[in-house]
DNA sequence: TTTGTATATCTTGATTTTGAGATTATTACA
DNA sequence: TGTAATAATCTCAAAATCAAGATATACAAA
């Protein structure tokens, strides 16, 4: 018998499964508590940082990127740009796409803050070594790209 | 120079952070399929877990437990005491403490979805051999530990 | 060309979540 | 005792999110 003893019966799936959702809840609370502060939500942060890091996006990618529905995206775009943090550009080549673009002004904006998210983040995951931060990013890596397939 | 090559300028922390939040979102996103195939959400699913596992608890422990506000338990309590799976049970000693406790239909239905949501949360984290599990248990400890208390 | 299928965005309504403040109860202490 | 500070729950309005369907476009096949 593997588990004749008085221990409750472990499981190492169950285990490594609150053990992610705990270390993610609480990582994120630490930049988001960041992000915040500098009038965003996690969400529109998400966005900004997809186009300053890789440019103009179909809002299609973006919302694939960052996981969020297509209504969602919608909304959350329309926002930024009330904002006036980015712009939608009809995409010449193909009219049911629209892309976003960073203004001027949400591109100094990030590069404003960008600083400041990395620092927190920096922060939130000082926990680790390097040499476990590696460790952790091959295993988190495999995990969610089996995950992923599973999906 | 640490970074005089033509390298873009990598960073682990930033790396971990985004792994850590993609392989969060894809190993959530099957088990939460498993917990809305049984008619549930997420949330609801979090709090009866609590109750399950351990007990009736207070309102305000199941909340910091999975991390919702006040308003959102109580809505939540309220949806799952109108589909009579809990109960509200005020508390003799201290009349502000209300406990939420499940029915006896809904210890059976956890009785009946929870192998399944064990067999969900197994097949979600299947891209790690036992050994790597462990691995990551620790690694995900160690860094959840050390963001909770930068919080 | 037409027709059908697939794709991208937007609209709408419903659900979920939060945050601030109200209410009630407890506790500490002047 | 009375009073202030703290705590637990609830209320309410606003914000965020999603799901389904509507609209417009693209593309392939007949």
Redesign the interface.
């Known amino acids: 018998m593997s588990n004749n003893n008085s221990q409750p019966l472990r ?7 609150v ?13 988001n ?1 960041d992000i915040r502060r500098h009038g965003l939500n996690p969400t529109e942060f998400g966005v900004l940082e997809v186009l300053f890091h890789k440019g103009p996006q179909p809002l299609q990618q973006i919302g694939e990127k960052i ?1 969020i529905s297509s209504g969602n995206i919608t909304y959350v775009v329309d926002k930024l740009e009330k904002k006036q943090l980015l712009v939608r550009k009809p995409c010449a080549e193909d009219r049911r796409v629209i892309f976003a673009e960073l203004t001027e002004k949400g591109h100094q904006f990030l590069s404003e803050i960008f600083p400041d998210h ?1 620092k927190a ?8 070594s ?1 040499e ?6 091959a ?10 397939e ?2």
Do not use: H, M
């Open positions: 499981n190492d799936s169950l285990d490594l499964f053990v992610l959702s705990r270390s993610y809840n609480w990582v994120t609370a630490c930049t508590r996981l990395t983040v920096e922060q939130a995951v000082s926990g680790l390097p476990e931060k590696q460790q952790a990013i295993l988190l890596k495999k995990l969610g790209r089996a995950a992923q599973q999906f």
